[in-house]
């Protein structure tokens, strides 16, 4: 089962802009971490490191910080990049992001 993951901020607040720029899976339908990305492709690394699915109509705020947190203080394992896909610059990546949308107040729809 496929899932784009789209950014949903809060009105009157502009999408974070991210220099340099996320280099995340994109979809057919989503980007590559500004406004949306593939969420299946990091699915079950978001859910391993936090313990929160990505498979969800609409984050809260909340859960989007908590993947935040938990990413800001994750030491990435040979294991965990044998097992799964992110490599270290994504991981970096995805930090950035769930960080600033966090901090902007954003939540995450999921579409599958």
Known sequence: MGLDSI????DGVDHPV???ALNLCGGL???SGRGSFRGKVYAG???HVSGVSLYQEEMTNQDVVRIADALS???PTDEDLN???PTVEEINDLS???TEYGDVG?????WW
Do not use: E, Q
């Open 7 to 10: 950014w949903k901020v809060p």
């Open 45 to 47: 690394f978001i859910k």
């Open 18 to 20: 991210f220099k340099p």
């Open 29 to 31: 339908f989503s980007g």
């Open 106 to 110: 954003a939540t995450l729809l999921g």
């Open 73 to 75: 203080v994750y030491d």
């Open 96 to 98: 950035r992001m769930f």
């Open 83 to 85: 097992n799964y896909d």
